[in-house]
Structures are given as C-alpha cells and as structure tokens.
C-alpha cells in the first residue's frame, strides 16, 4: 500500500523558528508525515520538542548522529525517508553530509551552509550520491512567482533587459542581539552564520529569485556592504549593482535596518515588451505592465495561467495562498521525487521544480563575492 | 503519552472541493490527523479516495452511517473523536445527527443544514449531547478580523454606527450549472443548496462575519433578491439594508454574478470614534481610519495587537497567512477544546473561539428572513 | 480678435471653500477670466474678496442684482458672459433665474437649487432663453469617468446587472455645525440647504455618476435615511436599494459619519462581461475585471482610450490629474460652448459633455425620492 | 492696487509639452498672467501659439531677445515681471543670462542648462543680480514631500540610514526618436540634451527629491550608466549607489526602457526611528513605517500635518490634488518672492520654498558625475 514519505527533522526544537515552519508546510499536502526528529543538541530539550509534537519517545534522538545511525537500522517502511535539516547555518553542512552518506534525503534550510567548501563538497557528495537534495528558496515556490518565470522563458516579456530586486526587512534596526533574542543572535554571529549577515539570510532570497525568474545568471557586481548598527559583527544592509549574462542591468538591494519593513522581498524584471512585478507580501498577484496596453493584473487562480502556475496552485481564485503553501510546495514536489526514487521511476516534470545543491551553491557564490566586492575598490567584481 | 486528534471525514472525495481544504487546514497545526472517512455515497470511490490519502483500506467506508456504526465499536484511543462533515448541505443533517446521538464531536461545513427544522433539532442535540460542534465559518478564523473584534469589544472605534458587508464573487456569471460544473450544479439546486443560492453560499458568511466582529445582532432587514441569470433556480445577486439591535444602520451585499470579482469578502465598521476596514483577499492587514488621525495600518505580527490575534498568528510579520491558515485555527481551537473535554477540562478561553452550532442557527435564520424579505413589499422584516 | 470667456462669481467670498475652487478649475486652461463678482451679501466682504482677487474696485459689486443690472449694461466684449454661482443651495434659483432673464450664460454648484419648484421653473427657463447652463457634478469630469461611460454605451462589459456606488465621508462624525464650522453649518441648516443633508450635499454626486456612467436612469428605490449625530437635523447617513430602468439591481450609499473617511466617492458597475471599479480619490486609474480574462488596470493616458478620455486629459501618463482638473473639464466645455454660442456655432460634440440643467432636476428629484422612502413604510418608491 | 505677477514665457508654441504644463500651474492659484512670449524661434509659429493663448499680438514676439529688449522699454506695471523658460536644455542659459542682465526675474525648467560651464556662470549671474530664480523640480512642491522632509528635519524618524529612490519610465522603450516624435528627439540627442539623455531628464529629479527630503548632500557615487536601446546616442537607464555625507547609504535608479512604467517617481527614506515611503503617482499619501507601531498613512489635508505641508494644500482632504497643482506651488511661491522683491520686503518663509539655481547647479553636477562614474573602473566618485 502506497504510503506517507517519512520525514526525520534535525533542529527545529522549543523556540526555534523556522522549524516549525518546515513542520507545518510538509503537513499541507498530506504526502509527508514527520516520523522522529532530533530537535536540539541538548537531549532534554529534543525530548520534550518531541513529545510536543506527539511522537514516540523512541524516535526522538539526542543528536542528529544518532538519529541516522539508528534509523538506518530500522526496516524499511518504518525508517525515515529523509532528513530535514532546520539548524544554523553552521550546523547544515554536519548532518547534511551524514545524511547523504547514509543514504537518506535531504531537505535543508538556506543557505546551503557555512562556506564555500562544504558547499562544494555538498554539491560533490549529491552528485555521487544519486540522492534527492531539496534546497528551501521557498520564495520560488509561489505560483505567480513560477507564472513570471513561464513568461520569461516563453518570450512574452521579450529579452530581459533590466532587474530590480528587493528584500528590505527592519527587524534588525536595534542591537537586538545583544538582548538575546534568539533568532537575531545567531544570525549576526559569524561563527554560526558564516561571512555575511543580511546578505546570507535574505539576499540570497533576492538572487535566487531573480536567476530564478529570469533564467539568467549573475555575471558581474559591484557592492556597497555596510553594518549600520553599532557593535553588530555582520552585515545589516548591502546595495549590488548587477549585470546578467544577456547584458541585462540589474539592482540588488537587501536590508534588515530598513525601519518598518516586514518581510518585503519584491522584484521587477523588465524585457523588451514588458514589466513584470511581484511583491512577495501580495503574492497571488502578478503585474504586467505591457509597452503598448494596458496593466494586466494576473492572480493566482484566474484565468489562463501557466501550468507551472497551476500546478502549485490549490484554492480556487480569491482564497489567499501565503507563505507556507509556497513553502508547502517544494516539500510537496520534494515528496514526489523522493516517491519516484522510490519507484526507480523518473519524476514528472512539474515536480522536478525545487531548488537544489546547485542553487545552494550558487548562492554561497553569490555570498562570497558580494561581500568581497563590498571591500574592494575594484568596480566589477566577476560572479 | 499525548496524541493527536483523530479525525473521520463524511463526503470529500475525488473531485471534491471542500473537503480537500478541511484535510489541509486540520493538518496544518499537527494537532490532528486523519484516521478513516466516508468520502462519498458511491462506495468504489470512497475507497479510491481513501488511497489517495494513504489510508488503510479498514478505515475507508461506503457510508457515513457504516463509519459511525463501526468506529464505534473501536476501542478509544483507535477510534476516531470526531467528523468532519464537509457534504453538500443536504447532507449535512444527517450525518450531524448520527454522529452527536453517537458520542462523536464535529465539525460541519456552512450553512448548518438545509432548514429551519433541522438547524433547531441540531442545536438542541448539541445542547444535550454536550459534545462539542464547529461550524466552518472560516473567515472568523484570520487574526484581523479577531483584531477588528477585540478592537470594537474593547471601545477602541465607539459606539457602532454603520456597517458595510460585501461578499461579490463572479463566478456565476455565466449558465455554469448548466455545463454540468459540479461546484455550480449544487449550489444552485433547492432540492441540495435548500431555499437560497448565493445568500446561503455566501451571504451568510457576510452575516456572520458582521455580528462576529462588531458583536451585535441584525434587528431588522430589507433585502432586494434576485435571479439575475435566465434559467437559474436559486438568487445570484442579493442587496440588504441592515438595521442592528443598537440602532447601527447597515448595507451587505452578496453576489454571485459580479462579473470578474473573485472571494472579495470585506467589511467596513464605523463607529464614533474610527472606521475599521478589512479584506479577506488581503487578509492580513486591517485599516483603522481614526477620525481625528492619520489612518494606521495595522498589520499580522506587527505591534502590539490584541492576544486574540496574536494567538492566531503563526508566522513573523511579512509572512502571508491565508485561507488556509485561518480555517486551521478552526480546526486548531476544535482541536483543542476536543482534547480537554476528554480530559474533563475546560479549554482554554482562546480555544474556545470557533463558530458553533448556534451562529449556525442564526444563519439559517438569516437566510430565511432575507428570502421572506425578497418576496415581500413590507419595508422591514424583522429577524 | 479672440478673447477669453469672461465670469462674474456670484459667493465664494472669503472664507468660502468652494468658490476658490470654481476660480482654480475655471483658470486652468487659460479659456476663462474672471472679470467680476459678487462674493458676499456683505458688500464690505465682497470689496476685500474682490481685492484679494486683484480685481478692478469698479467690477466688484455688493449683490448679485447690482452685478447683472451693472454688467448687463456694459459694451459686449467688456461685460461678462457667464456668471459662475457658488453660494449655498438656497441662493442658487434668484441669481440664476435673474441671469439667465438678462442674457448671461450660467454656471451653478450643485445641488440645483432648493427644492422641486424651483428646480422645474430653472429647467423652463433655460430651455426657454435658449442659454447654456452648466452644474458642477465635477465628478464625471474625470477621464476615466468618461472611459468607464464610453465603454459602457460601447458594450464592452455587456447588459448592466448591477451598480455599487457609494459616497463615505467623514467629517460630521461629530455635531461640528454646534461649533460655527462654516461648511458644516448651512449644509445642515434646512433653511439653507433645503430637505436633505448628507443626500443632498453628496448623494447627489452618487446618483449622477451612477446615471452618467451607466446611461440608465434609476427606476425605483428603497431607502434608510438616518440621521446619526444627536442635534442634528438634516440627514447624515443614506442606505438604498435601486432597480434601475433595464432591470439592473443597485446599492447606494452616502454617509458623512462614516468616520476615517475622507471624501471616498467610488463606483461599481457590472455587466454580463466585465465589472469596471473607479475610486475619486485614485481618479486616474479604472479597474476593468473581465470574467474570463485578468484584470486590465486603465490608467489615464496609457493605451487606446476612447476619445471621450483621451479629450479630457492634459498631462502625459503618470502625471496625476485630480480634483481641479476634472473641475477644470467642466468649465473648459462650458466657456467652448458659450464661444460656440456667440459665433451662432454649435459646439463640437466633445465640448457638450457637461451636467446640465436636466441633470440638476433629475437630482432634485432623487432627493425628494430619497427622502421619501426614508420617511415611507412602502418598499420601493417609484423615481 | 495691486496686480497680477506679469509673466512672459520662453518657448513652448505649438506642439510643445511643457509649456502648457507652466501656464496651466502658473494660472492655477491666481497670482500670476501670461502677458507676453517668444513661443517660438520660428515667428510664425510663435504668432500663431500667442493667437491660441488670447494674446495681443504686440505682445508676441519672434524670439527671447527680442522679447526682452522690447519688454523693457514698456512702462513698469505693463511690462511683464519675469521670464519663464520652457525650451529645450540647450537653450535655457541664453535667454536666462539675458533676462538676469535685463532685470527681470526667471522661471526656468530643468535640467538648469546645458553643461557645468553654463550653470556656474548662471549662480553667478543671480547672485549678482539679486533677482529670483526658480529651477521647476516641481516634484518637491507636492505637500507630502513637504512632509516628509519635515519629519526628517524635526528628527521624527531620527537619523537618516538609507535611501532609495526611483525613476522608472518605460516611454523610450523602443527607438522612438527614429520616429520624429517630438519629445524623445530632442532628449536623446546630445546638441540639445547634453551629456545625458535619462540622467539629465529624470535623474536629477530623483537626486533633487532625495536631497531635498533628507536635507542631506550625496558625498560619492557609483554608477552603470547604459544605453539599452541600439541606436540611441544617450543613456537611458541608470543604476547608482550612493553614500550621504552623514554616512547614509543608498540607492538611485532612474530608466527610461522599464517598460511599461509610466511616470513613477518614488523614494523611501529609512531613518533610526520610521521608514518614510512617498509615490509621485500616488501623490497625496505619505506612508510612515514606524519601527515599533503600525504603519501610519498620512493624507493630504487629514490630521495635524506640519505647516509646510498644509500651505501648500489648496482643497480638503480627499480631493486629489495633482502635479499641476505641484508645479503650481512653485509658480505661487515665486510669485509671492517677486511681489515681496518688488515691495522691498523679505517673503515670508512658506513662500521662500522653491527650487533655486544653486540646486540647478548640484543637478547639474550630479549629471557630470553620474557619467563619469558610469565610464570609469574606479568604483567610488566624489561629487
């Protein structure tokens, strides 16, 4: 009988955030069921996370080491499919590599990890591994962000010729680490977040939205990197000039002292024929401003959309999908694929549509280099 | 050891609407889990659509009357606490009853049933049975419209004075029930939908969102009823004068022939002091128009709100919640309040925030004064 | 050679609000001088008003009668053409009666005049004198006004089925007139501004776009009428029901405690095909939601708009055209029809598009309707 | 008694844009009469432009020079009072020093002139003469952008930390001066344009609003200047970073191939305290994001707004004013500066706030720069 793909979660205990988040966008779509989890590197702390979360105290582990070494034990059917990994960014690479050695698949938080060597090295691992590797730029799993996707790539906008991405937060206008607050402190601790603050947390979004979009890569920036707040050790606002490898302009600016700012990832992408424009804060709504008519205002549901946009669509048109059904939908894929796998079968295309190692790497890229064009007085710094 | 809520569902099968966003919102909390369903009248479908579903083959039923009768015999703790009814109206009743007469609590689509009769004799049975009922009134369920509530409740705007409801949607524009469109054929059939078509769809949905939020009761209504498409059987467009029992005046309107609206449910609250506004294809901000500053935007997750809304946000500001999400915190506070009735508890007061049976009663009252209002030349009806 | 049209303004001396407003619009185009005035029954005031306007002492005059006896007897070319009258509702019918008796063209705020007799005995006389005669409703001087008409009468959005309109506004959320405010006092002083409040001061406004824009003429109507601010004694608050000649259903509401409420004049129109949206105070934009299609945004100067639009607009797209301007197309039209008229022409069909003196009795007789059904225990009062 | 500011215009015949913009604002509030012009360098055609406008046909003139010479001569109070010049960049410094040695004051559009050579000696012809001189960047007249640079000034937000403001157009988005269209032909070519085709356009527009809200100098910028268009001599889309003096970052993006983008200006300015948000399109809101509270959605004339913004308001709130009533702040300020300069009085200060030739010259700087840096490999350029 066909079954639930299991998942094993890594982090994501009492107080985390975004653990949660993972927990209740694989729920969603009922493919996955969370099976045992190793919630905190403090084993008291993994317990009671467990039994919160109604699992069997049997299946919840003191560590992720642990959790893999006796999962892989359990029979088949029984044992987790794959692991969710949900830590610092410090903490991926670890159990990352343990998982793919161990034949289990993975789902891991952005970024991809610490460096650009264990991202490498990650990268290598998959590849040889033949496994599934789930990356969640969870922001590409909306449906109008797949729909403005599908009208670039089907020429409707014409040749990318410029790009404005955003992603201004202001949750980080105070020295809020210093107060302990959770989700602030290990964001701004380089021995837990790696190189770069802002840029690595939430550019990273912006770059993979707009490759993402346009089908294009970054080839040249140029980077104005600053730690505005006093006392902060990272990051807290970047400025990046862009230019795509058609030629096409670009504007990159992400910030976590933009005062008042919530969560405003948004981007413009402009061809020949068209502008597209999609706020990450509105996002069944995708604008169209075309060159000779008037704006088109497409929203998820209505009308003839693509099939991309569509297929990660699930309520009818004026029931707003928000960010944990996009987020939902890259599990959703992910359990797909790892059920093909499964089957020894090739997935259908529209599952195939999540971000991967390769994006990972692509943003740990991105991360280095913007911040080393942030400390050089070179113009253009090659991606 | 502590375990999720076990949920059977009657009707929701292949090709179903409902029922799918009743299996996403009660999964979303992990509060709950489906255990065995009833998903049509047509047994081989009912199994089919259990595979779906990943349930084992004992559990799926030909008929809601089989899955009550034997879920029952189940020993507690296997069994499933309650049902989920997510059938056409007609069939709403029925299974209602059966479920409550067997100790089994629900959770039952809107509108209550398909009549007068039937609302009173399940109210009664809820009063008697002492088991615990939700009505699906989803849209009470967003953290704005909690907010709109705590904010009138506590004094925030003044007295209420005026109340504008809206629910225009588009789809009906067109014959569709005649295209065999199943959504369509149902609602706009009497011997299903009951004496109303778009007022028991959706007007409802407008009535109990205006007494939720400003906490009053419709005294007195005039309402212009209309079929606006040749052909229909049950009224498409509805337009009501309101009069509420503290002297507000009032306006909703309800159509299901408003060309190019999508599910554009909103609501304007003036009262002496400010005028709240709030759409649920926007969910997550609420306007407050004060009258002597600058309106405020108030915003999920952002500032000091009410514990109401607060505790039904799951996500940081800037995160959308949807549709979804807030008929989770349906299922979440059922969930709930399902757990501490059988640990002879009282629920938390915060759980104890859902639709019953008794706004049920009143919507199918609502639904009977504004067809009798429709047909009739008197000014006023009085509800 | 050519000259400008010349106005003499009868009110809107110091202190006034909306004579200023006549002065601005009437300037913008350079089509119109103002050349004389009778800004106040208070002669000392209309001397200084007269001076703050750097008029010539010997064209300022004490009372609207001096102002037409004395112009009436200057060389052509030096007297006025036109007078423009601004005071309050009850001295609109004794200067306009008297101008249009001596051969000067009229311009009047709305609404009309006081009440039905005069408004009748205005009608007959301009039909008699053969001049042009020319009310303020500014609102269908927008561009997108005339877009959203055109495409109406056109068929671009089908049969009409339903019309929204509604007028919220704020400002006498509190018994202002008790603290001398000059615009709250006569507006609602019975003496001044005759049988209706809130209706008469805006409703109006509504009634004409909804006529205007949709071409049907409201055929019965069904009102709640309330006064809402203890003291008060004209109406403040208006909620009614419409069924207009070709069978559309309609909702109408006007308010003036509808607190937060700026001066949000809106309007809905759905046909079989479309539904078009247009807010006053987003006047440059009209929402066309097509049933099978996204939602065109129209935007004033962007696209093919119909000729109506496009002659109507002054300012390439994106450079906001507002209040004055729409007001500024009334007297435009007006001072081309008056050119017109002295060359013994008829005027170019753009230039007829203006509310006339018809308009003003159609929205007296609203007001008495109105009124009526609000006192009236009958459902629908015929129009 | 006292008059009419007499003007005499530069430039804008028949067939030109902006002049009709600076006589319909220069009529708007009553202060100002166009009493003469050199419309055109073609007499004919400058003949015929005076007939549309009403002129006698001494007071039409076949160029500036002749204009001025003969103005001169006429008696003061006949005479006209100052110049307003409308003309093409390449020829504003001609008849601008002319009318500064003759005497009379100047009104000139943007950019000041045609190179940095021209713009010294301009400052340095006004400060010698002592006359007024406005530069129309008119988009600081709106009253909200005069808000906005009062909260910053009274510290409302606290210190500024970044800010980005943007420009986009979609109007050349195509070769459209292959065409001969007026207005893209001259702004493309480099004998009439300058240095700079969008830069100089609309460029300084945005560097003009950031500084004036901020009241902060850009101290370095980096910029990739582009021509997107194949065919084009001058640039039309440009990305630049920028440093503030007081350490501020930010970002400045003006383009004219966005396509589909009409005119939308827009700026948001990130201080300690709140965010400030401002659209030119949307002109009479200013958004508040505040760090700590919900975001506020200050309105033209709603509330306690501080004196700069209210002196430049002329209707209530709700009545949109528009760019013509922008640029008509700036023709009444001037004119009440000319009528003080003429009475030997100091003009008050709310009358003192325009656009003065020592912005004309940063402008004009800031094109220099901007190319420059949009040539060079050296990231950093100090302006």
């Known amino acids: 009988m066909a079954r639930k793909i299991r998942m094993g979660m890594i982090g994501g205990g009492r107080g985390a955030f975004i ?44 560590s992720y080491a642990e959790m893999i070494e006796k999962e892989k034990q359990l029979p088949d059917g029984e044992r987790m499919d794959f692991v969710s990994i949900v830590t610092p960014n410090h903490v991926h690479f670890g159990p990352a590599k343990m998982a793919l ?30 496994l599934i590797f789930a990356l969640t730029h969870n922001y590409t799993g909306y449906p109008m962000v797949k ?24 949750w980080l206008s105070t020295f809020l680490e210093s107060t302990n607050q959770k989700q602030a402190a290990w964001r701004t601790d380089p021995s837990k977040s790696g190189i770069a ?13 707009a490759e993402y979009i346009t089908g294009l890569k970054i080839k040249q920036l140029c980077a104005d990197i600053s730690t505005i707040v006093e006392g902060r050790q990272l990051d ?11 030629g096409a302009r670009g504007v990159l600016h992400a910030s976590q002292i933009s005062a008042g700012e919530e969560n405003n990832l948004n981007i413009r992408v402009y061809g020949e024929k ?9 996002p069944n709504t995708l604008y169209v401003k075309w060159l ?31 960010y944990l059904e996009a987020f939902a939908s890259i599990y ?16 259908e295309a529209v599952y195939q549509d999540f971000p991967t190692v390769e994006d990972g790497v692509r943003g740990m890229n991105f991360i280095y280099k913007v911040i080393e064009s942030g400390k050089s007085s070179e113009k253009w710094i090659d991606v």
């Open 147 to 170: 729909q403005a996707k599908a009208m670039v790539s089907n020429g409707d906008i014409g040749k990318i010729r410029k790009v404005v991405v955003e992603y201004p937060q202001g």
């Open 19 to 62: 653990g949660g988040v993972h927990r209740m966008a694989s729920a969603i779509d009922g493919e996955i069921e969370l099976v045992c989890g190793a919630f905190s590197s403090n084993p008291e702390k993994s317990k009671l996370s467990g039994e919160d979360l109604y699992l069997p105290a049997d299946r919840v582990y003191g």
């Open 197 to 209: 603050g802002a840029m690595g947390d939430i550019g990273t979004h912006a770059e993979n939205l």
């Open 236 to 246: 807290d606002d970047g400025n990046v000039l862009l230019r795509f490898e058609n």
């Open 274 to 282: 068209a502008g597209l424009q999609w706020f990450q804060m509105e």
């Open 292 to 322: 000779e008519k008037p704006m088109e205002v497409l929203r998820t549901g209505v009308g003839e959309l693509y099939p991309s946009a569509q297929s990660h669509t699930r309520l009818p048109s004026g029931h707003p999908e928000g």
């Open 101 to 130: 050695e161990n034949g289990f698949h993975v789902v891991c938080d952005k970024p991809l990890c610490f460096d650009m060597q264990e991202a490498e090295e990650l990268a290598k691992l998959v590849k040889e591994s033949g």
């Open 332 to 347: 959703r894929n992910f359990a797909h694929c790892v059920r093909a796998f499964q089957a020894g079968k090739e997935p």
